[in-house]
T-cell receptor, first 113, second 116 residues
Framework: DTGVSQDPRHKITKRGQNVTFRCDPISEHNRLYWYRQTLGQGPEFLTYFQNEAQLEKSRLLSDRFSAERPKGSFSTLEIQRTEQGDSAMYLC???????????FGEGSWLTVV | AQSVTQLGSHVSVSEGALVLLRCNYSSSVPPYLFWYVQYPNQGLQLLLKYTSAATLVKGINGFEAEFKKSETSFHLTKPSAHMSDAAEYFCAVSASYGGATNKLIFGTGTLLAVQP
């Protein structure tokens, strides 16, 4: 499968714990995006990378959230001290530069109990 | 600033009937517009996109959409619904130039039900 890959697909964690999600974009895609989607809502932009540089962060991305793309390939999204409000699906997407189609992964579901 | 509004959070049609899902956009620059489909517990799949070429855009699975600048609309249609079309549909907008990030701004989605 050469699509966008996300891991884990599902994560249940206790409030206050840290969680990390990984995204492997389509090979050679230089842009990588993170979105969050809650039930009944459309995806909301969190942040995006061009190669290893994080070029934009939404105000939705609080200090507890950090995203990295150290070598311009895979990316991680870490949530520290999780809260129940963090329960959502976290979607990763990638594209080959500006103006090209953005392809989404199947998402990582987070449930904070 | 950009935004999209999807009219109707739930739409129900009979199998074989016309599907019409409405999307209106707001954009301070010429937009790119997209329709994505999401099946339960899955990510988003691109149905079609408008990038300032032809105003009538044909996509996968028999869907098409027409860009109407005067109405700021980009409604999605399919002449004959199939049971497999039951899913959630999202309209999205992005900026087309000017150093914009190309990030997508999504609507709240329309859940399409297809009745036998």
């Amino acid at each position: 499968d050469t699509g966008v890959s996300q891991d884990p697909r599902h994560k249940i964690t206790k409030r206050g714990q840290n969680v990390t999600f990984r995204c492997d974009p389509i090979s050679e895609h230089n842009r990588l995006y993170w979105y969050r989607q809650t039930l009944g809502q459309g995806p909301e932009f969190l942040t995006y990378f061009q190669n290893e540089a994080q070029l934009e962060k939404s105000r939705l991305l609080s200090d507890r959230f950090s995203a990295e793309r150290p070598k311009g390939s895979f990316s991680t999204l870490e949530i520290q001290r999780t809260e129940q409000g963090d329960s959502a699906m976290y979607l990763c997407a990638s594209s080959l530069g500006e103006g090209n189609t953005i392809y989404f992964g199947e998402g990582s579901w987070l449930t904070v109990v | 600033a950009q935004s999209v509004t999807q009219l109707g959070s739930h739409v129900s049609v009979s199998e074989g009937a016309l599907v019409l899902l409405r999307c209106n956009y707001s954009s301070s620059v010429p937009p790119y517009l997209f329709w994505y489909v999401q099946y339960p517990n899955q990510g988003l799949q691109l149905l079609l996109k408008y990038t300032s070429a032809a105003t009538l855009v044909k996509g996968i699975n028999g869907f098409e959409a027409e860009f109407k600048k005067s109405e700021t609309s980009f409604h999605l249609t399919k002449p004959s619904a199939h049971m497999s079309d039951a899913a959630e549909y999202f309209c999205a907008v992005s900026a087309s130039y000017g150093g914009a990030t190309n990030k997508l701004i999504f609507g709240t989605g329309t859940l399409l039900a297809v009745q036998p």
